[in-house]
């Protein structure tokens, strides 16, 4: 009889750390879904405005294989949405200074490289028009977040 309640004491032993393996194997399982889901990047919003159409600027861009990193991204944004590119007027006022036509003309040349007002702008559009915003919404609130007083140089 002695063996019996020694056998039940080692199965009471074993059930409870198998118990608290099953409890932390759930407790990790958890922590993993909660990190997945809170770094999962959001969903692509299908854009509203259109990124193609007649275009102002007529000149073919740069390619962004010229470029690297954060000049290289805003080159192939460019490429991507001219439409809403070409819809934006840039304030770093290269139209008066440059005879740009639009913020698109700067993607045509290094101008756009150069100038963190011209990248700026297109990386806000492309955030805009990312979140499913109309092609209005990105001019004005490029417009809103870009606009300073032209001032002579």
């Known amino acids: 009889m002695g063996k019996n309640k020694s056998s039940r004491k080692s199965s009471s032993k074993m059930s409870k750390k198998r118990?608290?393996?099953?409890?932390?194997?759930?407790?990790?399982?958890?922590?993993?879904?909660?990190?997945?889901?809170?770094?999962?990047?959001?969903?692509k919003v299908p854009p509203v405005a259109p990124a193609t159409g007649f275009l102002i600027e007529t000149r073919p861009l740069m390619s962004d294989a010229v470029f690297i990193g954060r000049v290289a991204e805003a080159y192939r944004i460019a490429a991507e949405i001219p439409k809403v590119i070409d819809s934006l007027f840039c304030y770093c006022y290269c139209k008066k200074n440059h005879q740009h036509k639009t913020l698109l003309t700067c993607y045509t040349s290094r101008h756009g490289s150069k100038c963190d007002i011209c990248l700026g702008e297109v990386f806000y559009a492309y955030e805009l028009y990312n979140q499913g915003k109309t092609l209005d919404e990105i001019v004005i609130a490029v417009d809103k977040k870009f606009y300073r007083p032209y001032r002579k140089t």
């Open 19 to 43: 118990r608290s393996s099953i409890a932390l194997g759930v407790l990790v399982c958890v922590i993993v879904a909660g990190v997945y889901v809170a770094t999962k990047p959001g969903v």
